[in-house]
Structures are given as structure tokens and as C-alpha cells.
């Protein structure tokens, strides 16, 4: 089993940014896919991006393409995903997770690993 610890999250201002982290541990983090995925309240949890196993290929949702970037670095064990322009819709718990596969994917069901989540809260 791979251990996802997320970081970066926080208070920030509409139309700001935030770059969040997570650092995998405890499997071969370059043969897997991750994705991030994020859950508002009173939401079920809904896909944000995902990025292949060799960071190639990535897919975003649509209410984040233009906005969001998901990036790895296989020699670190960690995959970002950077927020700009940021929005009060955005205000959510963010949750990265590996992929049973190396291919991207934005279903919940194809995820086998998941971090504790952290907090972004956008502010007007």
C-alpha cells in the first residue's frame, strides 16, 4: 500500500494562487498514475486532474483546464498541482490519489490510494 501525505493548502484570496504537494511513500511511485481529486462540503468528491506515470499525458476537468496544472517528479515521489486564478468555488478539501494503472483517468473507482486531504479555502 502507497501512502499519500498532501501539503500546501490554506486561506487564499479570489484570483490568487497555491501550489499543492504530495509525497508518496512506501511503493514504486513511477509506475502509477495519480490524480487529484477534491470534495466541497456537502459534495460528493469530484475529479480535478490527473497525470500518467511518466507525467506525459494529463487530463484535466473542465471547470479547472486553463487554471490548474498537475505535474510529478518521479525522483522525488511527489505530484503538484498548481491553482491560479483561484475561485470561491474552488474552496474544497484536495485529495491525491494513485491509479491501480499508469494511464490517466478521472473515475473515483480507478483509484486505489488515498491521502488525508487538505484544506484550500478561497476568500473574497
Known amino acids: 500500500q502507497v501512502q499519500l501525505v498532501e501539503s500546501g493548502g490554506g486561506l487564499v484570496q479570489a484570483g490568487g494562487s497555491q501550489r499543492l504537494s504530495c509525497a508518496a511513500s512506501?511503493?514504486?511511485?513511477?509506475?502509477?498514475?495519480m490524480g487529484w481529486f477534491r470534495q466541497g462540503p456537502g459534495k460528493e468528491r469530484d475529479f480535478v486532474a490527473s497525470?500518467?506515470?511518466?507525467?506525459?499525458?494529463?487530463f484535466y476537468s473542465d471547470s479547472v483546464k486553463g487554471r490548474f496544472t498537475i505535474s510529478r517528479d518521479n525522483a522525488k515521489n511527489t505530484v503538484y498541482l498548481q491553482m491560479n486564478s483561484l475561485k470561491l468555488e474552488d474552496t474544497a478539501v484536495y485529495y491525491c490519489?494513485?491509479?491501480?494503472?499508469?494511464?490517466?483517468?478521472?473515475?473515483?473507482?480507478?483509484?486505489?490510494?488515498w491521502g488525508q486531504g487538505t484544506q484550500v479555502t478561497v476568500s473574497s
Open positions: 497525470i500518467s506515470r511518466t507525467g506525459g499525458s494529463t
Open positions: 512506501g511503493g514504486t511511485f513511477s509506475a502509477y498514475a
Open positions: 490519489a494513485k491509479r491501480k494503472s499508469s494511464y490517466v483517468s478521472s473515475m473515483v473507482r480507478d483509484y486505489d490510494d
